[in-house]
Nanobody, 126 residues
Framework: VQLQASGGGLVQAGSSLGLSCAASGRTFSNVALAWFRQVPGKEREFVAGITSSGRTNYADSLKGRFTISADNSKNTMYLQMDSLTPEDTAVYYC?????????????????????WGQGTLVTVSS
């Protein structure tokens, strides 16, 4: 299974940016997917998650600015980020947990996920 994250880049504060994560080798069925982010010297932080049944979960601090979605037919997950601030600067990783009960909210712990993408860097300038 390979997860390929894309869409990162350099944007100004207040801008929007969309990330994508495409999976190859598996289909989005009974799966929990998530976005995490990490800055140097800090632990990987949960951003948002979604299951193949559409259950979502967000970090409290990001609710209202970030929106997660998925297209199961394309095996692709998305993260729409609005009103970005310099504090959102990080490497963003996508992750998958397979064979999960998809009607439960996706977990927020990194250890719950089996496969990870390579990360895409988001830099927000002030």
């Amino acid at each position: 299974v390979q997860l390929q994250a894309s869409g990162g880049g350099l944007v100004q504060a207040g801008s929007s940016l969309g990330l994508s994560c495409a999976a190859s080798g598996r289909t989005f069925s009974n799966v929990a997917l998530a976005w995490f982010r990490q800055v140097p010297g800090k632990e990987r932080e949960f951003v948002a998650g979604i299951t193949s049944s559409g259950r979502t979960n967000y970090a409290d601090s990001l609710k209202g600015r970030f929106t997660i979605s998925a297209d199961n037919s394309k095996n692709t997950m998305y993260l729409q980020m609005d009103s970005l601030t310099p504090e959102d600067t990080a490497v963003y990783y996508c992750a998958a947990r397979w064979h999960t009960y998809s009607f439960r909210p996706p977990p927020s712990q990194a250890a719950s996920y089996e496969d990870w993408g390579q990360g895409t860097l988001v830099t927000v300038s002030s």
